[in-house]
């Protein structure tokens, strides 16, 4: 009797004792866990998010043990316990698990994490099929699954996901057609599709996406012509954002679009190795952002088109491997900013415009294998920056310039029957011998000598003429210093102005600052980041000064821009900084680099947003180069 009265207080004694230790555990743990992580805000993972991340840690291969830290118990799933999972009030909003050596594949439960943003889990070797239920992530903004082994077709339901920003399956195996559901998403403005096997045509739903700023099919095996119904779209009078246009090495045919000089934004068109036909539209001549122009390797005909000449921003320009005929026209110099022009492998004929050697930053010419005609041109030699040259296999004739004889090799004029004076092998006939008959001419006249009077006003003329060009430099000095004066007045005054509200620029795009609050405000163009994208982003210090730091910023998406994070101590108050920051967005320079965005944290902080360049600085080329290169010209520091 006495051992059975014993028993039931021996077991509450234990049950409470496991709820005693139970709760100290978990004391325990969220002390632990809001000491290593201080996102966490102390809510255990829901039920559902647990099994769903449960279910994907069994479905995938983990040969380095990665994934250990998901323990059955999920108690500290979202307290930063769990590699690469990131949680909102118990919500799992984000797993990042790129190059972590995984394998297996995606399980169908991944669809219970219904809060899922972001999901990244590319350079890995993950296979199988991607699954549909991706497409029931209703929240789901980016998909990062490049590099990996994925097969099958990509399952229509993913253009259920209504604001995914970003889809980049580039780098895997996967095969079919590309669904037109794909461009249901109204916010999607990259797509990156390339070195896949998709086959089938372009989905003409593609082309009528307004928020697409990058579109990638290059090296698949995608048939058909390319849509004539890019930013065609009835009853819209929105500015379409396609910047960059990449099919190149596929199976394309027909001609090009007219419907693609509407897109104002594009900046670089790849086409090359492909069965496209017909001649170049002249409606490609209104792009006038355009930095690369690439036709290369297809069956394209007609005349070279005049047009292309106003495309005033061309950096790289690429017929080779056409049937284009006709002449080179004489107005190629409109081309001011071009350094690649390849046209070789095609059916031109006349001659080398001479307007060539006004394009100083041309640094590669490749016009062989054409039918050119007539004498090298001797405005060529003004090309300094020339690094690569060749017109063999023409039918050039005279001698070649000098400096171009001497600066290249053999190999870059052969094949020119009627060319000399570019090898050793191959010098000019020598000048004829002079006539030994009485000249026609008297002999006064051709020995003629000029007065002392007409010596003594040439040499005047000469230091006035000398004189006069060092006015008109002073003069262009003085006149941009004020300027610059007048800009920096300027901008002070709208700073301390009592009245006037900040807010963002014209044509700029308020964003919320993602988790972490604040306000994110881009200038130009889509949201090409957002928040969460630019906190979250791989950075390295690139320059410190008095008044910040500027950083190497890395999105996961691969693009890279440049940050500054101003001191806190020496900035302004939030509206002078917002007044200021969208002046700055207003300006356009060649020679400055134009602020993107801007981004107001909720402690504060305030970043500077501009685009990456990878190309040195001022500083570097005024203190670096000179002392490299004494012979560098100082003229060009006005220019700059």
Not at 373 to 385: D, Q
Request: with cysteine; aromatic share 4%.
């Amino acid at each position: 009797m006495g051992e059975s009265e014993r028993a039931p207080s021996q077991q509450s004694a234990t049950g409470s004792s496991l709820l005693l230790l139970r709760i100290v555990m978990l004391s325990l743990l969220a002390h632990a866990s809001s000491a290593s992580s201080q996102s966490w805000d102390g809510i255990i993972i829901s039920q559902a998010d647990y099994q769903g991340l449960q279910a994907l840690k069994h479905a995938l291969d983990d040969p380095r043990g990665l994934l250990r830290g998901w323990n059955d118990t999920g108690l500290d799933a979202c307290s930063g316990a769990w590699v690469g999972i990131k949680c909102v009030k118990g919500k799992v909003i984000a797993i990042q698990l790129p190059w972590r050596g995984l394998g297996g594949r995606i399980t169908e439960k991944i669809s219970q994490l219904a809060a899922l943003r972001k999901l990244s889990l590319h350079d890995n070797s993950i296979g199988g099929q991607i699954p549909s239920a991706i497409g029931f992530l209703p929240q789901l903004r980016g998909l990062y699954l490049f590099n990996n082994r994925f097969s099958g077709a990509i399952p229509p339901s993913i253009g259920n996901c209504p604001i995914l920003r970003t889809i980049d399956l580039s780098n895997n195996s996967l095969a079919g057609s590309i669904p037109s559901s794909i461009a249901n998403a109204s916010k999607l403005y990259r797509l990156n599709l390339s070195h896949n096997n998709l086959s089938g045509a372009i989905p003409r739903s593609i082309t009528r996406s307004a928020s697409l700023t990058f579109f990638s099919l290059q090296h698949n095996n995608v048939s058909g012509p390319i849509p004539d119904t890019w930013g065609i779209e009835s009853g819209s009078s929105q500015v379409y954002q396609l910047q960059t246009l990449n099919l190149d090495y596929n199976s394309i045919s027909g001609s090009l679009p007219p419907s693609l000089g509407g897109l104002q934004m594009l900046k670089e068109i790849t086409l090359s190795n492909n069965r496209l036909n017909g001649s170049i539209p002249e409606d490609i001549g209104k792009l006038s952002l355009l930095q690369t122009l690439d036709l290369s390797h297809n069956d394209i005909g007609g005349s070279f088109p005049v047009t292309i000449c106003n495309l005033s921003s061309l950096v790289e320009l690429s017929l080779e491997g056409n049937k284009v005929d006709g002449h080179i026209p004489d107005v190629i110099d409109g081309l001011k900013n071009l350094s690649m022009l390849s046209l070789k492998r095609n059916q031109l004929s006349g001659g080398i415009p001479a307007t060539l050697g006004n394009i100083s930053s041309l640094s590669q010419l490749d016009l062989s294998e054409n039918n050119l005609t007539g004498e090298i041109p001797a405005s060529l030699v003004h090309l300094t920056g020339l690094t690569s040259f060749d017109v063999s296999d023409n039918s050039l004739s005279g001698r070649v310039p000098l400096l171009l004889a001497r600066k290249f090799n053999s190999s870059s004029f052969m094949g020119n029957i009627q060319l000399c004076g570019y090898s050793i092998t191959v010098p000019c006939p020598s000048s004829p011998a002079p006539s030994l008959s009485p000249p026609l001419i008297p002999t006064r006249r051709r020995h003629a000598k000029l007065s002392t009077k007409a010596i003594i006003l040439i040499v005047a003329g000469a230091v006035l003429a000398v004189l006069l060009l060092l006015c008109c430099v002073l003069l262009c000095c003085v006149m941009r210093k004020r300027s610059s004066s007048g800009e920096k007045t300027g901008g002070g005054a709208s700073a301390t102005g009592r009245d006037e509200k900040p807010g963002p620029a014209t044509g700029a795009e308020v964003e919320s600052g993602g988790e972490a609050g604040g306000k994110l405000v881009h200038f130009e163009g889509p949201s090409a980041f957002a928040a969460d994208d630019l906190l979250c982003a791989t950075a390295e210090i690139m320059g410190k000064s008095t008044y910040g730091t500027v950083y190497k910023a890395t999105l996961e998406d691969g693009n890279q821009v440049a940050v500054k994070r101003l001191r806190e101590k020496i900035t302004k108050s939030q509206k002078e900084f917002e007044t200021e920051a969208c002046e700055l967005g207003k300006i356009r320079h060649h020679n400055l680099l134009a602020l993107r965005a801007y981004y107001l944290g909720p402690k504060g902080e305030k970043l500077l947003v501009f685009d990456f360049m990878p190309k040195g600085s001022l500083a570097a080329f005024l203190h670096g180069n000179f002392h490299k290169s004494p012979s560098q010209p100082y003229p060009q520091l006005p220019s700059l």
